[in-house]
């Protein structure tokens, strides 16, 4: 049997086992039987296992077998920990760029893909969409050259960011209003090993610490009628070989390479997998390499010193058990690593490696939040589940309302949102007016308070007719809105620094 097939069947009969166990309190003949059923496959497959494992095991001094793998369940959790970024971005990848028929392709590598339209609830891949600003992207495959990236001159009054991350999930860098201005400008973006020097054309040089790397380019669209404006500066955006913008011969073509298929929805089931086969393009640092060698001693990732295949069955499940502790560090991180005010969730969670600085349960919990988040400077995400008493959001039990006070919106060099998910998938809701967030270019249309405070009505159905510019659809279930507030202003009121800034975004009340 196949490594990578022996690793596929123990994790699904063994998350199997634990699906079926915890379906129910009491007991259930039916799910007893099944779960029998799974253990008799299981002792089969140990007993093959076993034969292959004779082989190879061993007594230490002190007669434990499997020297040095006592300890595999503690790898396996902090492996899960360290690679959840990095498997979520290896699995968007393959959607975005490899895998043609994934239903979410856009362009092969190094090639710009501009979407002409926000995202919708049919947009599955990135939990945590935002649907303010028409993305456009670029996968870089900077392994022989580097890539120039190019933008146009840009209106003053209309948001841009250009948002470099690369497979370490780390943004190394920013182009954008913000960042560098509306001016028109090229700029170099490399690989971890190039060490040339920039054309002097070239504004700045951005490296990144992984081959493969994505480009996010984010143009504020003001109303459904400004789409047309968004098109004329996306296409200003160019990308092109460092050989072709010097007009020099390009250098050979790198090797091809057999990307183990991936999917966003495969990452439970095939985690440690993926995790292998994206860890061929993550290289060895100062940095990552205690944990990189711990994980070579389970079988994962390049220089492995173990197969996984080889473990017992009893160490596989404590590998899939590794997984779900590990998840429940992750999501207690996003429920208490960062300050709760007035029921929202504010801190800082995304940026480069010198912020993260080998955390990898902030970088794990950054990615579950909303992979590929911007930094603080360039955006703040305050978010929620809960009301300001502390009880779960629940379009199916309550309507809430959102207050903001005259004079006290988020304050903003660029524009404000408020965008409605869906509880559990975290992603955008169908609704009957199609609108899934109310953000600042929206205020025009909007109806104020008497004093001048301005209230979203958020609930599932509508509220009545006078009330309905100021209604955000809510989905029949769980709730999880999250506010961005793009190129926050650093002077007071600000909402910087993360969790300590002068101005807190209002609470979320039960509608009476």
């Known amino acids: 049997m196949s490594n990578k097939r022996t690793i596929f069947n123990a994790l699904i009969l063994a998350t199997l086992i634990s699906v079926l166990s915890g379906c129910s309190t009491k007991a259930d003949p039916d799910i007893a039987a099944e779960i029998a059923a799974i253990k008799l496959s299981l002792a089969k497959v140990e007993l093959e296992n076993a034969k292959n494992l004779a082989k190879t095991e061993h007594v230490d001094t002190k007669g434990s077998a ?199 929805k495969g990452i439970k089931e095939n985690f440690y997998s993926y995790l292998d086969a994206a860890l061929q393009f993550v290289p060895l640092t100062q940095e990552n390499k205690a944990i990189r060698a711990r994980l070579a001693r389970i079988g994962v990732g390049p220089g492995k010193s173990f197969e996984f295949k080889d473990l017992s069955l009893e160490h596989q499940a404590d590998a899939l058990q590794a997984m779900k502790d590990g998840d429940k560090k992750v999501n207690d991180f996003l429920a208490t690593g960062m300050k709760n005010i007035n029921g929202w969730k504010i801190g800082s969670l995304f940026g480069d490696q010198a912020f993260y600085n080998s955390h990898w349960l902030k970088r794990a919990a950054a990615a579950r939040a909303g992979i590929y988040g911007n930094n603080a400077l360039e955006a703040m995400y305050p978010a929620t589940r809960t009301d300001a008493s502390g009880e779960p959001l629940d379009g199916s039990k309550h309507n809430y309302t959102l207050t903001f006070p005259a004079n006290q919106l988020p304050p903003v060099k660029a524009f404000w949102s408020v965008t409605m998910y869906d509880g559990k998938t975290q992603f955008l809701i169908k609704n009957p007016i199609n609108r899934y967030l109310i953000n600042s270019p929206m205020l025009p249309n909007m109806n104020k308070n008497e004093d001048g405070s301005l209230t979203l009505y958020i609930q599932k159905d509508s509220p009545e007719k006078t009330k309905e510019a100021n209604w955000l659809p809510a989905p029949d279930g769980p709730i999880y809105l999250v506010m961005r507030l793009y190129w926050p202003k650093l002077e007071a009121p600000s909402i910087l620094p993360a969790g300590k800034g002068s101005w807190a975004p209002a609470p979320i009340v039960q509608a009476q």
């Not at 790898?75 to 994934?102: C, R």
């Not at 939990?127 to 303010?132: A, Q």
């Not at 996306?234 to 298929?261: D, T």
């Open 66 to 264: 499997q020297t040095g793998l006592e300890d595999i369940k503690d790898i396996a959790e902090e492996g899960f920990i360290y690679g959840l970024p990095i498997v979520m971005n290896y699995a968007v990848m393959n959607e975005f760029t490899l895998a043609k028929n994934s239903g979410q392709y856009q362009a092969t590598f190094n090639r710009m893909y501009n979407d002409t339209q926000v995202f919708t609830y049919k947009d599955t891949t990135i939990v945590t969409p935002n649907s303010d600003t028409p993305y456009s992207m670029l996968w870089l495959d900077l392994r022989t050259e580097p890539m120039v990236i190019s933008v146009p001159a840009v209106p003053k009054d209309r948001y841009y960011s250009v948002q470099f991350v690369d497979g370490n999930a780390y943004n190394y860098g920013y182009v954008g209003s913000r960042a560098t201005g509306t001016e028109p400008g090229n700029y170099l973006v490399a690989g971890p090993n190039w060490k040339g020097e920039a054309p002097a054309e070239i504004k700045k040089v951005f490296q990144s610490s992984t081959p493969f790397s994505l480009t996010i380019f984010r143009t504020q669209l003001f109303n459904a009628e400004d789409m047309e404006n968004v098109a004329k500066v996306q296409a200003g955006y160019k990308a092109q070989p460092l050989s072709a913008f010097l007009k020099q011969p390009a250098p050979p073509a790198p090797a091809k390479v057999n990307f183990l298929p991936a999917t966003t």
